[in-house]
Nanobody, 115 residues
């Protein structure tokens, strides 16, 4: 059974940084593409960053240069380092494989950025 557990979300001020973590079970990051996604109130869930099977990361234009996705394969953990946070980054953040599968969504972790 595949399960993702996200953590690290918090209420921060604009310009601050956060690091999100995602621990996976039932799946190995080294063999699958994985990604971070987010959903803001009233908006559709969107891809923020993906670590593709080829080993190359991809980022949404809105976070390029500010967010970094990386993995700890020994711990089967996915991270999202978020710097220079903006109020528009406020959302619930989730990890999933890439492309995402509906049945793998976890509870997510809330990031709120105040101006």
């Amino acid at each position: 059974q595949v399960q993702f557990v996200e953590s690290g979300g918090a209420l921060v001020q604009a310009g601050e940084s956060l690091r999100l973590s995602c621990v996976a079970s039932g799946i190995t990051f080294s063999t699958r593409g994985v990604g971070w996604y987010r959903q803001a109130p009233g908006k559709q869930r969107e891809l923020v960053a993906a670590w593709r099977e080829t080993g190359n990361p991809n980022y949404a234009d809105s976070v390029k240069g500010r967010f970094t996705i990386f993995r700890d394969l020994a711990k089967n953990t996915l991270f999202l380092q978020m710097n220079s946070l903006k109020p528009e980054d406020t959302a619930a953040y989730y990890c999933n494989i890439f492309p995402a599968r509906q049945e793998f969504w976890g509870q997510g972790t809330q990031v709120t950025v105040s101006s």
